[in-house]
Structure formats: structure tokens, C-alpha cells
């Protein structure tokens, strides 16, 4: 089956560790995506990839890192940078661009770090 | 930055009965699309239309946009328990006629169908 898969579904860290969230797609997508979701509220772009081994800043990129080394991978790792890392991360992909093609989301990862 | 906005932000309703949601955005958009999540899951694409349709149907969902009042709706026909999902609006910012490729989305809008 094509898809998106996303590891762990939850995840639970100690303040100031660094953390990995992964994201694989077997859809043969070029371009992928990390969003965050707080509570009630709607998903805001962390970074994209549009291709391998290049990727972009999303609008909240500040404590986050990504890599894009393989077409079907794109890990996120939440540093201890960032200040209020508990929230529900989510990882999407799509044909490029974004705009004019749906995206296909994995299921997600919650996070929680006390 | 550019947000489209969803309206209202919870809606309830008894199954059977039609659904309507609205989208308003800022900017200049090349598409909007509509998306559909169940709690605690990821989204699911249902509709994307581009801006130079005025109306999109799928089943039981339609789509309207009206890029003069940079607004976009959905309705959902002869609502059903399985229904029930938070709903979002996701748009591209046109600049200069080209697209950056991401999408901006919505706070949503909770919709819950009574059985």
C-alpha cells in the first residue's frame, strides 16, 4: 500500500533533549512537508523539501531542523531551542507544487515534553 | 502572512441536514483547497479548486469560490454521523503569478453531526 508513515505515534521527551520525529512516503513524491498543530488550532508550516537534499524554512522553522537525503524520507528533529515544543506534528507530501496538487498526510506524531 | 479563516468555528447539526462552512482569505490565491480531519488524525485532501472555477462538486460536497470577495465555502449535502471532523481551508499565495508551492491553513471548523 502507498502511504505515509510517521514514528513513533507518540513521543515523550525531558526538557532540553533533543528529539527526532521520522516521516517516510512510498508515493514516488518529490516534495515534503512538516507542520505543527497546537490545540484547536490549524497547521502551520515548519519546513518543506522540494526535492532531495535541498529544503526551505516553513513560518515557524526556529528550533527545528530537517535533512533530505533520501527521496522517501524527511526527519525532523525539535531541539531543545525550541520554546514550547508539545504539540501534534504532522508530515505531508505531495507532486510539486503544493498548491496545485493535494497533499497526503501521515497519521502524525503527538509529542510531549515536560 | 496570508491565513484563510474559517467560519463559523464549531458547528452542530442533526443528521440529515445540509452543512456549510466558509473559508475567507487575504490575498491573491492560484487554488484553495479543502481538507478533513478526524480528531487525533491527519488530514484527508477533499476538494482542491483553482481560481478561475467558481464551483466544484464531489458526492456529497460542494465548493464554491468567489475570488472578488476572496471567500470559498463547503457544503456538505445530507449530513451523516461519519461526518463529523474538523474541516480546513488551505490556500497559496499567488505573488506575481507564481506560487511558492505551500500551503496556509486555516484555524478550521469543528462540525458535529447528531445521529
Known amino acids: 500500500d502507498g502511504g505515509i508513515t510517521q514514528s513513533p505515534k507518540y513521543l515523550f521527551r525531558k526538557e532540553g533533549q533533543n528529539v527526532t520525529l521520522s516521516c517516510e512516503q512510498n508515493?514516488?513524491?518529490?516534495?515534503m512537508y512538516w507542520y505543527r498543530q497546537d490545540p484547536g488550532q490549524g497547521l502551520r508550516l515548519i519546513y518543506y523539501s522540494q526535492i532531495v537534499n535541498d529544503f526551505q524554512k516553513g513560518d515557524i522553522a526556529e528550533g527545528y531542523s530537517v535533512s533530505r537525503e533520501k527521496k522517501e524520507s524527511f526527519p525532523l528533529t525539535v531541539t531543545s531551542a525550541q520554546k514550547n515544543p508539545t504539540a501534534f506534528y504532522l508530515c505531508a507530501s505531495s507532486i510539486w507544487p503544493a498548491s496545485s496538487y493535494e497533499q497526503y498526510f501521515g497519521p502524525g506524531t503527538r509529542l510531549t515534553v515536560t | 502572512s496570508q491565513q484563510g479563516e474559517e467560519d463559523p468555528q464549531a458547528l452542530s447539526i442533526q443528521e440529515g441536514e445540509n452543512a456549510t462552512m466558509n473559508c475567507s482569505y487575504k490575498?491573491?490565491?492560484?487554488?484553495l483547497q479543502w481538507y478533513r480531519q478526524n480528531s487525533g488524525r491527519g488530514l484527508v485532501h477533499l476538494i482542491l479548486i483553482r481560481s478561475n472555477e467558481r464551483e466544484k462538486h464531489s458526492g456529497r460536497l460542494r465548493v464554491t469560490l468567489d475570488t472578488s470577495k476572496k471567500s470559498s465555502s463547503l457544503l456538505i449535502t445530507a449530513s451523516r454521523a461519519a461526518d463529523t471532523a474538523s474541516y480546513f481551508c488551505a490556500t497559496d499565495l499567488n505573488a506575481g503569478g507564481t506560487s511558492y508551492g505551500k500551503l496556509t491553513f486555516g484555524q478550521g471548523t469543528i462540525l458535529t453531526v447528531h445521529p
Open positions: 508515493l514516488n513524491h518529490d516534495a
Open positions: 490575498t491573491s490565491i492560484n487554488n
